[in-house]
């Protein structure tokens, strides 16, 4: 694990919080784009926590902290709510204590403790949640709640090089583990924006969508076999590369988001580092020309390993192109054989849809002596992706609302979909706020349609951000629901959208989750209020 000090209440390292002056710098270029009030910086507030509940026993105090700065850094994940929250201070749903186990038989003795105890148990993976997934509000008829922090087990156990696969510890965050997989010249190539800070179990745990845009595109795709454990016992699955043998087991661990059990390790599907790149940034004067282009290559079988689309608002946003045009960031990547033909072909299909490649195409190869030319339009896109967290904190202490959404739906449904979000968005911010801004990416696409991600933006009123902020979401997530979207294509379900999933799933599903809840953690103790229950 990292040395280096992680933000209590904010996303990610605490030093990459700008100072005072930093801050006030960036709120004269905000201001005007939100047509209010000047904004001015305001500083985190002291930390503000109930006193625990519970302590941990004496067999297990050396693997557990009962520090307020632990507690504090196990309390919320890294949404809207919960920087808001943390930046005011409240850390009230601070778990009572952490636990760090170092082996799977501690886990099984934290788990059992908590079990005969009356004490809810959340597994805590890199603490990235969105949707507070890992906030202890457990409801009524615990004694307490623990945090299990996952992160030392972080080992790559075991490499197949045959089968191309590897047994990884669910701790092990994105760096830890490609730095060992590196060594054996291979990756799991599973990129989300939280990667530095995120785990393979947490991937699992919440159905993560990663970095590949078409084809492999979520950590289903990826996993072979997973090892979780359960109050009833060790729930482990076969290693297959498929199989039709009934409904699929690992198919529960996936998107169980801590309710049925721990995931302590899984086997992966990891392959060569990739050798060959090519990559173009192709600019369309119309949204809905984009749209079109990026359908047709969905449906052609080049499966781009980037293929990300962004609005006029979003390509402004982050840099990209200030002339109006939508902009499509698109990209090729193999270990095995130049690119040339595939990023041709391309970009003839954009080509007729209007799209422009002004740079020209970009490829770059492994190779001894090969060049790399500057990545412009795409290389700005990739920075902003990954600075646009660290900027969601900076917001937060100008009192600006900066959120984002994701959806998916099929083809034939996004300009209904699309329009109908961005109509009950904007309506929401100018009742709500007065005003804002929103802006739309695909961050995924497949043959039958796209994942459009939105991003919205508007001045809070202090001391009323939670609740302007909860009609803004319910404002989208209700457009996403009522026209033939998923409430969530990979930021997970949590507490925070149970109430539009819970709409989604089948009634049948519901009841038949609810027994197997029953069956493999009879007492209630797994991240209770998650999916089911309480």
Not at 121 to 133: A, C, D, K
Not at 363 to 387: K, L, N, T, V
Not at 493 to 510: I, M, N, S
Not at 521 to 534: E, S, T
């Amino acid at each position: 694990m990292s040395t280096r000090a992680t933000s209590v209440w904010g996303w990610g390292y605490a030093d990459k919080f700008p100072d005072t002056e930093a801050r006030r710098s960036l709120a004269e270029q905000v201001s005007p784009l939100l047509g209010g009030p000047s904004l001015e910086p305001r500083e985190p507030a002291a930390l503000r926590l109930p006193r625990p509940r519970v302590a941990p026993p004496a067999t297990l105090a050396e693997l557990c902290s009962v520090e307020e700065a632990d507690r504090a850094a196990h309390t919320y994940g890294k949404g809207y709510g919960d920087l808001v929250r943390g930046f005011h201070g409240d850390f009230s749903p601070a778990p009572d204590f952490v636990a760090r186990p170092r082996t799977e038989e501690n886990v099984r003795a934290v788990m059992d403790w908590c079990a005969e105890n009356r004490v809810a148990l959340i597994p805590f993976g890199g603490g990235t949640s969105v949707v507070r997934g890992i906030e202890a509000s457990i409801g009524q008829g615990f004694q307490g709640a623990v945090s299990l922090d996952m992160r030392r087990l972080d080992r790559v156990l075991e490499v197949d090089p045959l089968s191309r696969a590897a047994r990884i510890q669910a701790g092990a965050t994105g760096p830890v583990l490609e730095a060992q997989l590196a060594s054996h010249g291979l990756t799991l190539r599973h990129f989300p924006q939280s990667f530095e800070f995120s785990t393979l179990g947490g991937w699992i745990a919440t159905r993560a969508g990663g970095h590949f845009a078409t084809l492999y595109t979520h950590i289903d795709d990826l996993v072979e076999s997973t090892r979780m454990l359960t109050p009833r016992g060790v729930y482990e699955t076969r290693r297959l590369p498929a199989s039709g043998a009934g409904p699929a087991p690992d198919r529960l661990v996936l998107g169980s988001e801590g309710t049925l059990g721990v995931i302590t390790e899984a086997w992966v599907r990891v392959q060569s580092r990739p050798r060959f790149r090519a990559s173009a940034s192709v600019h369309f004067s119309e949204f809905d020309s984009a749209v079109r282009a990026i359908r047709e290559l969905s449906q052609s079988g080049l499966h781009p390993s980037n293929c990300r689309l962004l609005d006029a608002q979003e390509a402004f946003l982050n840099g990209v192109a200030g002339d109006g045009s939508s902009v499509l960031v698109l990209a090729f990547e193999s270990a095995d054989h130049p690119l040339q033909p595939w990023m041709e072909r391309a970009l003839a299909i954009t080509a007729s849809h209007g799209g422009e490649c002004r740079e020209g195409a970009r490829y770059r190869s492994d190779e001894p002596g090969a060049q790399a030319r500057a990545s412009g339009a795409a290389e700005s896109w990739r920075s902003a992706f990954i600075e646009a967290p660290y900027m969601q904190n900076v917001m937060v202490s100008l009192g600006v609302i900066a959120d984002t959404f994701e959806t998916a739906c099929t083809w034939d449904r996004f300009d209904t979909l699309h329009g109908a979000i961005l109509e009950s968005v904007r309506g929401a911010l100018e009742r709500v706020c007065g005003g804002g801004l929103v802006s739309c990416r695909f961050t995924h696409v497949y043959p039958d349609g796209p994942a459009p991600y939105y991003t919205f933006i508007g001045p809070a009123r202090r001391g009323g951000e939670l609740e302007q902020w909860m009609e803004l979401k319910r404002a989208a997530s209700d457009a996403v629901s009522s026209h033939g979207g998923t409430i969530t294509h990979h930021h997970a379900v949590g507490r925070l959208h149970r109430p539009w999933y819970d709409r989604e799933r089948p009634e049948p599903f519901a009841l038949a989750l609810k027994a197997v809840k029953g069956a493999l953690d009879p007492r209630g103790i797994l991240n209770p209020g998650v999916l089911v229950g309480p």
